[in-house]
C-alpha cells in the first residue's frame, strides 16, 4: 500500500461522498453523484482525489461469516516478554500470516495486542489459542468468546 498524499481539505460534499460509500461501496457513481447533490464527472474526481489521499484505503464485500462456515469468532488479548520494537513487529508479521486472524491492534493497558479472530468450532478456536499461547515471546494470552454482535459498523462518523 503506497503512503497516503496529504490530507486534502473534506467539505460537507466529501463528506457526503465518504459516508454514502461507508453505507454502500458498490453504489454506481450517478447514484452517488445524485446523493452527493452534485454532476457524476466532479463526483468521480472526488473518490479519485479521496482514494490518491488515502482517505479512501479500499473496497470490499461485508460477508457473514456463519454462512461461510466461520462459526466462533473470539478476541485475544496477547502480552509479549518485551516491547522491543524487533518484538512488537515480529508478532504483527506472525499474526499477518494467519488467514484467521481479521484484526490486529497494538493496544495500551491491559496488553499488547488484542486481535480479531474467527474460527471454524470449538477445536479451532483451541488450536489457534495453543499456537498463540507457544509462540514466540509471548507470555499472557487470554480469549474472549463473542456470544452476539449487535453493532459492526465500517468506517468513522461522517
Same mark, same amino acid.
Given at each position: 500500500?503506497? @503512503? @497516503? #498524499?496529504?490530507?486534502?481539505?473534506?467539505?460537507?460534499?466529501?463528506? /457526503?461522498?465518504?459516508?454514502?460509500?461507508?453505507?454502500?461501496?458498490r453504489?454506481?457513481?450517478?447514484?452517488?453523484? /445524485?446523493? #452527493?447533490?452534485?454532476?457524476?464527472? @466532479?463526483?468521480?474526481?472526488? $473518490?479519485?482525489?479521496?482514494?490518491?489521499?488515502?482517505?479512501?484505503?479500499?473496497y470490499?464485500?461485508?460477508?457473514? @461469516?456463519?454462512t461461510?462456515?466461520?462459526?466462533?469468532?473470539?478476541? #485475544? $488479548? $496477547?502480552?509479549?516478554?518485551?516491547?522491543?520494537?524487533?518484538?512488537?513487529?515480529?508478532?504483527?508479521?506472525?499474526v499477518?500470516?494467519?488467514?484467521?486472524?481479521?484484526?490486529?491492534h497494538?493496544?495500551?493497558?491491559?496488553?499488547?495486542?488484542?486481535?480479531?479472530? =474467527?474460527?471454524?468450532d470449538? #477445536?479451532h478456536?483451541?488450536?489457534?489459542?495453543?499456537?498463540?499461547?507457544?509462540?514466540?515471546? =509471548?507470555s499472557? $494470552?487470554?480469549?474472549?468468546?463473542?456470544? /452476539?454482535?449487535?453493532?459492526?459498523?465500517?468506517g =468513522?462518523?461522517?
Open positions: 500500500m503506497k @503512503p @497516503p #498524499a496529504e490530507t486534502p481539505l473534506l467539505d460537507a460534499i466529501d463528506r /457526503r461522498i465518504l459516508a454514502e460509500l461507508q453505507e454502500d461501496g453504489m454506481t457513481n450517478v447514484e452517488l453523484a /445524485r446523493r #452527493a447533490g452534485i454532476s457524476a464527472p @466532479p463526483c468521480l474526481r472526488r $473518490v479519485r482525489r479521496l482514494e490518491e489521499a488515502g482517505i479512501i484505503r479500499g470490499h464485500a461485508d460477508t457473514d @461469516p456463519q461461510l462456515g466461520w462459526e466462533i469468532t473470539f478476541f #485475544a $488479548v $496477547v502480552g509479549l516478554e518485551s516491547q522491543k520494537e524487533q518484538v512488537l513487529s515480529g508478532f504483527e508479521a506472525m499477518s500470516e494467519w488467514p484467521e486472524v481479521r484484526e490486529c497494538m493496544i495500551r493497558g491491559g496488553g499488547d495486542f488484542l486481535l480479531k479472530l =474467527v474460527a471454524r470449538t #477445536a478456536e483451541n488450536a489457534l489459542t495453543q499456537k498463540l499461547t507457544g509462540a514466540s515471546h =509471548v499472557r $494470552v487470554q480469549t474472549l468468546q463473542t456470544i /452476539r454482535t449487535s453493532r459492526a459498523l465500517a =468513522v462518523p461522517l
